[in-house]
C-alpha cells in the first residue's frame, strides 16, 4: 500500500463494488486470505453508501434507529461484545481489533474516517466489499474516483433474474416478504424501478479509466472458481497463493430451494429483457444463461 502524499490517506487498492447475491461473500472470502491483500475485519463498510443516504451519521443513529441499515450495526456489535465476554483472552490478545470495532461503532463516519479503516502497510493492498456501492447515484461514484483514484474497480454481476430471485428467497425465509397476495409484487415493482445493472455499470466503467473496472459473471466463477480467482489476481495485479485454492469451491449464503412460482418466473425475466440487451451492447458478451432467460439466443 502506498499513501497519499498530500493527505496521508491510504491509496485503496481496490473495490468490490457487484450487488449482493453475485459471488460478493465468496470474493471477499478469497481476498481476505491472501497475503498481498488487507480487507477490514468487517465486511461491508458501506461508507460510500451510508455518506450518501446517511450522510455525517453519528453513533446514536445506528443505535436507535430501526432499518436495516442500523440493525446490522447493531447485530454486529451484539456479536463482537459476545465474542469479548466468552473470550476475553483473544480481546486483551488482538487489541488493535477491538480498538477497530469501536471506531467503526462509535465515531462519525467521514471521509477520515473511512480511510482510518484500513491497516498502512507498505506490503498490502488495502480494499474493501460493498455490495451497496453498484446502484450508487453517478455523482456518488463521482466522489468514489475522487477519493479512490487509483482503484481497481471489481463488478460482480448475476443473471438478472436469477438475482432477483434470491432476494425473494431469502426476504421469505426471514418472513419479509409473502409470495402470496401483491406484497411480493409491490416488492419487485420498486426493485426494478432502481436496479438497471446497463446504467449502474455505465456509471462505473465511464468514470474509472479503461482497464481499472471490470466485470466478472457469477456464472463464470459457479462453473470454474479457480479459472475465475486466476482472472481476479490478474485484474488486481497480484499472483494467485496456493493457500487460497482450497476455498474455491465452497460457495458462500447458500439458500434452501424454493419452488418459484411461474407468474413470478416471466415476470422476472421479462422485467430485465431491455436492459439485458443493451448491456449486451454496452460489454459485447454476456453468459449464454443470460441471453436464454432474456430469449435474446
Known amino acids: ?3 497519499n502524499p498530500s493527505s496521508s490517506r491510504a491509496d485503496i487498492g481496490f473495490l468490490g463494488v457487484g450487488p449482493e447475491k453475485t459471488g460478493t ?10 497475503p498481498e491483500m488487507w480487507l477490514p475485519p468487517r465486511k461491508e463498510l458501506r461508507y460510500f453508501w451510508e ?18 441499515h442500523h440493525q446490522l450495526h447493531r447485530e454486529y456489535a451484539r456479536q463482537r461484545v459476545t465474542a469479548a465476554v466468552q473470550n476475553p ?3 486483551l490478545r488482538h487489541r488493535k481489533r477491538a480498538l477497530w470495532d469501536m471506531r467503526n461503532l462509535l465515531t462519525r463516519h467521514d471521509d477520515d474516517w473511512y480511510f482510518a479503516q484500513f491497516r498502512n502497510q507498505p506490503d ?8 451497496q456501492y453498484f446502484f450508487l447515484p453517478r455523482e456518488q461514484v463521482e466522489k468514489v474516483r475522487r477519493l479512490c483514484p487509483n482503484a481497481k474497480i471489481i463488478i460482480t454481476l448475476r443473471e438478472p433474474s436469477a438475482w432477483i430471485w434470491s432476494f425473494v428467497r431469502m426476504l421469505v425465509k426471514k418472513g419479509e416478504l ?3 397476495g401483491s406484497d411480493v409484487d409491490e416488492w419487485l415493482d420498486e426493485r426494478i424501478a432502481i436496479s438497471s445493472f446497463t446504467q449502474a455499470a455505465k456509471n462505473w ?19 470454474d472458481p479457480a479459472a475465475f ?7 488486481i495485479g497480484t499472483n494467485p497463493r496456493d493457500n487460497v485454492f482450497g476455498l474455491l469451491e465452497k460457495r458462500s449464503n447458500i439458500g434452501r430451494p424454493m419452488e418459484q412460482p411461474e407468474r413470478l418466473k416471466k415476470r422476472m425475466e421479462e422485467a430485465w429483457r431491455d436492459d439485458v440487451r443493451e448491456l449486451r451492447q454496452l460489454l459485447g458478451r454476456l453468459p449464454d444463461a443470460w441471453l436464454e432467460k432474456a430469449a435474446l439466443t
Open 51 to 68: 455518506d450518501y443516504f446517511y450522510p455525517n451519521e453519528g453513533p446514536f443513529a445506528r443505535f436507535t434507529k430501526d432499518n436495516w
Open 1 to 3: 500500500m502506498t499513501a
Open 205 to 223: 466503467l465511464e468514470l474509472f479509466p479503461q482497464g481499472q473496472a471490470k466485470i466478472f459473471f457469477y456464472e463464470d466463477l459457479t462453473a
Open 25 to 34: 461473500t465468496w470474493v471477499h472470502k478469497v481476498l481476505t486470505r491472501h
Open 229 to 235: 480467482y486466476v482472472d481476479l489476481c490478474d485484474f
Open 89 to 91: 483472552r483473544d480481546t
Open 124 to 131: 498490502q493492498s488495502p480494499g474493501e466489499i460493498s455490495p
Open 178 to 180: 409473502s409470495l402470496v
